[in-house]
């Protein structure tokens, strides 16, 4: 089991590399991306932010719009 400290700084590392898979993929800000592919504009920024986590599904959503490694963005391979 993993400590909640040690989770939410994954968290925070997980969704640095979501924003900068974003703008290397060629969208200068959240709105861009939101806007292309009919995301929630809030969620992601919370996502994006660190101050929502999100599965594996969104991940995978997230890792295929953005041309980047699930494995990048995937929180839950913490908790086995």
């Keep these: 089991m993993v400590d909640k400290p040690a ?3 994954e968290r925070q590392r997980i969704a640095k590399r979501l924003r900068q898979g974003r703008i ?3 969208f200068p800000t959240a709105n861009h991306a939101s806007l ?3 995301w929630g504009m809030k969620t992601y920024v919370q ?3 660190a101050i929502k ?3 594996y599904d969104t991940a995978l ?3 295929k719009a953005f ?12 908790k086995k």
């Design 7 to 9: 989770m939410k700084l």
């Design 24 to 26: 290397n993929a060629g």
């Design 36 to 38: 292309k592919f009919g």
């Design 47 to 49: 996502h994006e932010e």
């Design 53 to 55: 986590s999100f599965d």
């Design 61 to 63: 959503l997230y890792s």
């Design 67 to 78: 041309n980047i490694d699930i494995d990048l963005l995937n929180i839950n391979k913490l």
